[in-house]
């Protein structure tokens, strides 16, 4: 089974970037799609972003777009979020997540595995 761990969150100001990554562990199949979603305190968790392992094809929230950009090292097995022009509206816990059949999808119910989450804190 595949395990998922993020890292890169922390603290920036507002305008500013940060690179979230997330190393699985464990074989990554063709059929993988991963994503990125976020929950800020008092809110649901929300898709950012997708990306199918084996085309390269994204899928981005509206709020993100342009902004935000998801790419994956195969050799690796990592996933990147590359994140820009920041906003503290983006303030939240990033989760790193698989699925293994549904491809591009934006219900986090049809994600399998989670990792634990990394905080982004952006300031004004």
């Known amino acids: 089974q595949v395990q998922l761990v993020e890292s890169g969150g922390g603290l920036v100001q507002a305008g500013g970037s940060l690179r979230l990554s997330c190393a699985a562990s464990g074989r990554i199949f063709n059929s993988y799609t991963m994503g990125w979603f976020r929950q800020a305190t008092g809110k649901e968790r929300e898709f950012v972003a997708a990306i199918r392992w084996s085309t390269g094809n994204t899928l981005y929230a509206d709020a993100v777009k342009g902004r935000f950009t998801i790419s994956r090292d195969s050799a690796k097995n990592t996933v990147y979020l590359q994140m820009n022009s920041l906003k503290p509206e983006d303030t939240a816990v990033y989760y790193c997540?698989?699925?293994?059949?549904?491809?591009?999808?934006?219900?986090?119910?049809?994600?399998?595995?989670w990792g634990q989450g990394t905080q982004v804190t952006v300031s004004s």
């Open positions: 997540a698989v699925n293994y059949w549904a491809g591009l999808v934006t219900s986090m119910t049809s994600f399998d595995i």
